[in-house]
């Protein structure tokens, strides 16, 4: 059984994660809008990640026997001045969310709960490569600000991506 400090931290994090996804969904709005369909396609896959990992508390909580509690999600931010501007909102975004999962993290030390704990291990790790990704996309889109070709052939990239079933 969870504890009900710990099952009220895990429904906010479920809930900041579908918030995630409904913001880079936002984003992917703004980019078709732009004519960028490619990196509309990133940012889908993106939201659709962020929905995985709001699976992932749901499933965990449901698994020690607490309760979902679903909130309500503010509407996101529907415009941006450019393209780094986007992605600076997302590096930004990425570092708020390694900072609300350190503090599960912190919490499930401090009440020892210790499955819990290994849980959130693969979220941290996951953090680490949602900010570097976030680093090396806002140093690309900073390149192509000046390129309209370099930022053609990333939106042909970005028009690659696919989702991809993450493991447990």
Known sequence: MLDKKMEKALNDQLNAEMA????????ATYFEDKDLPGFGNALRVHAQEELDHAMKFYDYILRKGGSVV????DTPKREWK???EVYEEILEHEELVTS??????????????????????????????????????????????ESPQLLY??????GQLTNQTEEE
């Open 153 to 158: 052939l990333l939106d042909k990239e970005y």
């Open 20 to 27: 995630s996804g409904y913001l880079y969904l936002s984003m």
């Open 82 to 84: 450019n393209t780094v």
């Open 100 to 145: 609300l999962i350190h503090d599960l993290v912190d919490l499930s030390i401090k009440i020892k709960d210790h499955a819990t704990n290994q849980f959130l291990l693969w979220f941290v790790e996951e953090q680490v490569e949602e900010e570097e990704l976030a680093h090396e996309d806002l140093r690309k889109v900073k390149m192509a600000l």
């Open 70 to 73: 679903l909130q309500a999600i």
